[in-house]
């Protein structure tokens, strides 16, 4: 999975650092918003929902085709 980032849109607001669970080990945000270490993200997608900007887009790689 991943997360990407509109930078464009990005205010730099940091509300999505604060409504991850794991906000503090995920989240950097500093003029822009930077998602690392997602091992620790758990898909909820509130950081997205949370974003006034919807800047954030959270991708899983789950959905491949069967072979
Ligand atoms: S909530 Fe959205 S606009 Fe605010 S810092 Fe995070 S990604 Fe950027
Ligand atoms: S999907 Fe959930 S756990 Fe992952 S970065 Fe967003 S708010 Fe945090």
């Known amino acids: 999975m991943r997360i990407e980032i509109d930078k464009k ?5 940091g509300e999505c650092k604060e409504a ?5 080990k995920i989240w950097n945000v500093k ?3 930077m998602a690392t270490n997602l091992r620790f993200c758990h898909l909820c997608t509130i950081c997205a929902s949370k974003c ?3 800047a954030i ?3 899983r790689d789950d959905n491949k085709p069967p072979e």
């Open 9 to 13: 849109k990005c205010t730099g607001c």
């Open 20 to 24: 991850c669970p794991k906000g503090a």
């Open 31 to 33: 003029d822009k918003a």
């Open 52 to 54: 006034p900007e919807q």
């Open 57 to 59: 887009l959270v991708v």
